[in-house]
């Protein structure tokens, strides 16, 4: 007796819960690639002419001439000011890695308090919901609950965030080579003290770059100490304006007064923060004391000044998460990797000789 076809079951993801295999093998299978067992391919075929996904008449060049339709997710709060303007460069960098491999982006933004609409079929995007998504890009920090769920249906990569308990791809900056640099350029020109502003443990970048840090004052013959690490909140971290002063100001002064000369701060938001912390209590920067960071943005209103960064152009990282999705499709038992980008060294006005 024939199963009763059910309309929202005729995708790729009704053959994929009806297999119990993931709808990327679905996806794959049906375009004939490499590396889907015999066995498995005749039964995607075999129960996707079932529920009437194929016919004999569209078997063959119409499901393999469909590109490969890639989804970004953005939180929608992240779409904004300086922040959006690092978006629209991933957007950049992978359109243009999508044209010589035949793939289409699809770009979807969604407020944090809303995330979870992302696995809700009646709220999804019409492709993901119709189960001609191949993979995914996430774009900024998502909920591991979330992203959980999304990499146990599709291939998906991470832009900076990394979940290194979960299948997910990372590409990223290397923090480390960033980071020691920085450290280099200060001790260089002459700072024996030198404060961490913006540790945030629920953060990877964060986590990443505070080592990194302590790698660097070893690597120079210089102390850590804990004491002038300056630790935020997770609001503060993902913060997309300069953040208020909070519990850190304290440990900021109390660092000054004991005569750090220099910062390196986790991002450029944090960069900003302290910036304008310090020079509304007449602190000068770089005169008084030196600010680096990670990462030049641009803010809204031309008031972020030059900062002293380690760089890469966001168009570079959007364009590696294509390349690097596009394998994991190709590949999908292959073990979870970091694709770590070099940075380079872009001097700017928030840096100077320590003053002896």
């Given amino acids: 007796m024939n199963k009763p076809r059910v309309p929202n079951q005729v995708n790729l993801a009704g053959i994929a819960k009806r297999l119990g295999i993931s709808i990327s093998t679905v996806s794959r299978a049906l375009r004939n690639e490499p590396g889907i067992n015999t066995a498995t391919r005749a039964r995607v075929f075999e129960t996707a002419k079932e529920i009437g996904y194929l016919n004999e008449g569209n078997m063959g060049p119409i499901s393999r001439a469909r590109p490969l339709n890639i989804l970004t997710l953005v939180p929608a709060s992240m779409a904004y000011a300086s ?9 950049a960098g992978m359109s243009a890695a999508a044209v010589p491999l035949n793939l289409a982006i699809l770009s979807h933004h969604v407020s944090p308090e ?29 909920p591991e609950t979330i992203a959980r769920r999304l990499s146990e249906q599709y291939p998906v990569v991470s832009i900076v965030h990394a979940y290194p308990d979960l299948p997910i791809d990372l590409v990223t900056t290397d923090d480390r080579q960033g980071v020691v640099s920085l450290v280099r350029h200060l001790v260089e020109s002459g700072h024996q003290k030198i404060g961490f502003f913006g540790l945030c443990p629920e953060v990877s970048w964060s986590r990443s770059r505070f080592a990194a840090y302590v790698e660097g004052l070893v690597t120079f013959g210089l102390p850590f100490r804990m004491d002038r690490v300056v630790s935020i909140s997770l609001t503060e971290a993902l913060a997309i304006d300069p953040f208020n002063d909070g519990e850190w100001s304290g440990r ?19 960069a900003l923060t302290l910036h304008h912390y310090l020079t509304q209590r007449g602190i000068r920067v770089p005169a008084d004391v030196s600010i680096t960071s990670f990462h030049q943005q641009i803010y809204p209103g ?3 000044p030059q900062f002293t960064v ?22 999908p038992d ?15 006005e928030t840096s100077a000789p320590a003053r002896l």
Avoid at 252 to 270: H, K, L, N, P, Y
Avoid at 310 to 316: L, Y
Avoid at 334 to 348: K, Q, Y
């Fill in 252 to 270: 900021v002064d109390c660092c000054q007064r004991e005569g750090v000369t220099a910062w390196i701060a986790g991002s450029s938001m944090t």
């Fill in 302 to 304: 031309g008031s972020m």
């Fill in 310 to 331: 380690m760089d890469v152009a966001d168009e570079d990282l959007g364009a590696a998460a294509i390349r690097r999705l596009v394998h994991r499709i190709k590949n």
């Fill in 114 to 142: 809303d995330a979870e609409s992302v696995l809700d079929p009646a709220r999804q995007p019409v492709n993901m919901r119709n189960g001609l998504v191949d993979g995914i890009v996430l774009i900024h920090r998502w």
């Fill in 83 to 91: 922040v959006a303007y690092a978006d629209q460069r991933y957007l």
């Fill in 334 to 348: 292959e073990s979870r990797r970091s694709i770590l980008l070099p940075v380079g060294f872009a001097p700017g």
